[in-house]
């Protein structure tokens, strides 16, 4: 009986102890949707389709309602929310093309390289978007597997309408748009119909790394390509929405949300992960009724106004993040590494990086984290300062999308670039909308903020002012 005793005192002890360590070490699921506007969920105010798993997430969570992007284009905006830096910091900007020979530089530390350090298994499976050339794949920055495409669903030889593209225009020059597993391609999409088959595909594999991953830690990054033009939705949503097929590929990516939560919860694993859901940037507005809704903030997708920036963020930890709370917050997708650190003890990177931990106000605490931000565009081309919620535009040319027509059905608008922003200091606490330049009204606070702006020129540099910047590090290059 003492022998018996023992040995169960001994299997409690041994279980007690591996339970701390898994708690100690809690999944990771990533969820980054594409073009996704502020407005374009159920908790945000879309009309005419339903968001019930995402809203779901919401009320069992955090929601951020002052999240920024890294950047307003696609791979700026991965390499920042991937490395917790300003992408121009790390030599990345714009959308890297199929022709383009740069991505991450191996020196860069990403989220999925912090964490392997610490006996995660790790996948990437979506849009990758920052080199597709063998070196910069997921594969060689610390994902054990990747399903999905080296760039944007829009990078093929047609056109958004899925019609080969003109003899002459740029994407008659692309190649077929690969489907890559690991570091090989395994099939091409050429239609929209193989579009349409996306987002089921990136869910199935996903579903499939947590139930193989449900005894060890896991961070799971699922970058749908979704609702980025061409959008198409599988036959089970199509017509599912009153707004039509944005709405139909929206709630599409809804019912992926769900199947991810109803395998966590089937696995066992509701209780030790971090479920993270946000997006890229904001709506691409010119293709009208195939973009979103940037929720009333001005301008979109390109743009350092806050239609372009402010993005949808939602959090949750069941047991350890408080259900239904809303974060008014300034907080950013460099600020998720950080984040991510802190909760699993792993060591920042040794380079230098820009986010900062929201552990404190995860925690509950009324505490700002983030005091700065700072909005770039255009290369290295600092365009805007922040500094809580006041925002000072510094002169520069931006697109826009008011007062052009937008397109229809799958056809993009007209394009212009040829708004002059002057300088102007908005109160987003009152003036979310950026209409209202308040500079003159305090003199201190607009000071403030151009020294602010000088020291980020120093840090960073700036094409406007031709500031190279002391700080900057180069793309990976061939």
């Not at 002012?465 to 180069?474: D, I, S």
Request: proline share 6%; with cysteine.
């Amino acid at each position: 009986m003492r022998i018996f005793a023992i040995l169960t005192i001994f299997c409690c002890a041994f279980f007690y102890v591996n339970a701390q360590s898994r708690s100690a070490s809690p999944n990771i699921v990533l969820i980054f949707l594409d073009d996704l506007g502020y407005g374009d969920l159920g908790v945000t105010g879309a009309l005419e389709y339903q968001t019930p798993n995402i809203d779901k997430l919401a009320h069992e969570g955090m929601r951020f309602t002052n999240f920024e992007t890294a950047q307003a284009v696609c791979s700026a905006s991965r390499a920042g929310l991937l490395t917790g830096c300003y992408p121009n910091r790390i030599g990345i900007a714009g959308a890297l093309r199929p022709k383009d020979s740069i991505g991450l530089n191996a020196s860069e530390t990403t989220i999925a390289e912090m964490l392997k350090q610490h006996g995660y298994a790790t996948a990437a499976i979506g849009k990758w978007h920052l080199g597709h050339l063998k070196p910069f794949l997921p594969l060689q920055n610390g994902f054990d597997e990747f399903f999905g495409l080296p760039y944007s669903n829009d990078m093929w030889p047609a056109d958004y309408l899925g019609n080969p593209a003109k003899p002459g225009t740029p994407k008659a020059s692309f190649p077929a748009l690969p489907l890559i597993r690991g570091n090989e391609k395994i099939a091409e999409i050429n239609t929209l119909d193989d579009q349409a088959r996306l987002t089921k595909m990136y869910t199935d594999e996903a579903v499939k790394f947590i139930k193989k991953n449900s005894k060890n830690p896991f961070f799971l990054y699922l970058p749908h390509s979704m609702p980025h033009v061409p959008i198409a939705a599988s036959a089970p949503f199509k017509g599912k929405s009153k707004q039509g097929l944005y709405g139909d590929v929206i709630m599409e990516l809804d019912w992926s949300v769900g199947e991810i939560m109803k395998t966590l919860k089937q696995q066992g694993l509701e209780n030790n992960t971090i479920v993270i859901f946000t997006s890229d940037n904001g709506p691409w507005l010119t293709f009208g009724d195939h973009a979103g809704s940037s929720g009333g903030f001005r301008e979109g997708k390109g743009t350092i106004f806050e239609g372009g920036h402010r993005v949808p963020c939602i959090m949750k930890w069941k047991g350890k993040i408080a259900e239904g709370v809303v974060c008014n917050k300034l907080a950013s997708t460099i600020d998720i590494l950080p984040t991510i650190a802190a909760i699993t003890g792993s060591g920042l990177p040794e380079l230098k990086i820009d986010g900062v931990s929201l552990v404190p106000v995860l925690e509950g605490k009324d505490v700002s984290p983030r005091k700065y931000f700072s909005y770039y565009y255009d290369g290295n081309s600092l365009k805007a300062v922040r500094m809580d919620d006041w925002k000072l535009m510094l002169p520069h040319n931006s697109q826009t999308y008011e007062n052009i027509k937008t397109g229809n059905g799958g056809k993009g608008g007209e394009t212009s670039f040829s708004l002059k922003v002057p300088l102007a200091l908005y109160d987003l606490r009152r003036d979310p909308g950026e209409r209202y330049d308040v500079k003159d009204l305090y003199p201190e606070i607009t000071a403030a903020l151009l020294k602010q702006a000088d020291e980020v020129r120093e840090d960073l540099g700036d094409n406007i002012t031709k500031v190279e910047g002391k700080n900057r590090r180069p793309a990976g290059k061939l």
